[in-house]
């Protein structure tokens, strides 16, 4: 059974910056590209940034570009997000997602979702 | 990197159906069939209700279907029962090579 268990959340002060992880089992994580996203404080959904099966293709929303920097670890069966010169905007649920019948393919639709850590931006 | 646009809240009696709609434009739900609907109930992840505009994941029930004219996408829920009640949100790719979720509806059974 496809799971992904998010973790890294936690209190950081405005400016400064944190890195998430996503941990990744029971499927061939290298075949499926990977999403994150979030969901501030009693707001909706938020696309963050996709990144490719390999690795070579990344993606972002322009509240993240040049900020936030997504990346894997294959062997490790794992997902990162490094986010710097965070702004209390960022302050929400992170949670990574993906396709599990669909290898290979960018864009789908999430059918598996982790829980959730959770990133609080204090100023 | 708009928000797709959805009603702010949706309600309906038990056995009723309703309809939420998703409004975009041609860059995005208008020019794809790659339109999704999640249900998230209150301090849970989001679940995935519908994909490619009008498929339903194995498992969940045939009183949720979806539908596309233009750029509005539709979810319809019928025989609406208690555990319905949730928020929703469409989602859908985008010719600028993103994903955008719609700003989300709250159903309420009453």
């Known amino acids: 059974q496809m799971q992904l268990v998010e973790s890294g959340g936690g209190v950081v002060q405005l400016g400064r910056s944190l890195s998430l992880s996503c941990a990744a089992s029971?499927?061939?994580?290298?075949?499926?590209?990977i999403h994150w996203v979030r969901q501030a404080p009693g707001k909706g959904l938020e696309w963050v940034a996709l990144?490719?099966?390999?690795?070579?293709?990344?993606y972002y929303a322009d509240s993240v570009k040049g900020r936030f920097t997504i990346s894997r670890d294959n062997s490790k069966n794992t997902l990162y997000l490094q986010m710097n010169s965070l702004r209390t905007e960022d302050t929400a649920v992170y949670y990574c997602?993906?396709?599990?019948?669909?290898?290979?393919?960018?864009?789908?639709?999430?059918?598996?979702w982790g829980q959730g850590t959770t990133v609080t931006v204090s100023s | 990197q708009s928000a797709l646009t959805q009603p702010a809240s949706v309600s309906g009696s038990p056995g009723q159906s309703i309809t939420i709609s998703c409004t975009g434009t041609?860059?995005?739900?208008?020019?794809?069939?790659?339109v999704s609907w999640y249900q998230q109930h209150p301090g849970k992840a989001p679940k995935l209700m519908i994909y490619?505009?009008?498929n339903r994941p194995s498992g969940v029930s045939n009183r949720f279907s979806g539908s596309k004219s233009g750029n509005t996408a539709s979810l319809t829920i019928s025989g609406l029962q208690a555990e319905d009640e949730a928020d929703y949100y469409c989602?859908?790719?985008?010719?600028?090579?993103?994903?955008?979720f719609g700003t989300g509806t709250k159903v309420t059974v009453l």
């Open positions: 997602a993906q396709n599990s019948w669909l290898p290979f393919f960018y864009f789908y639709s999430m059918d598996v």
């Open positions: 029971g499927f061939t994580f290298s075949n499926y590209p």
């Open positions: 990144i490719s099966y390999d690795g070579n293709n990344k």
């Open positions: 041609s860059s995005d739900v208008g020019a794809y069939n790659y």
């Open positions: 490619d505009v009008t």
């Open positions: 989602s859908s790719y985008s010719s600028s090579s993103t994903e955008v």
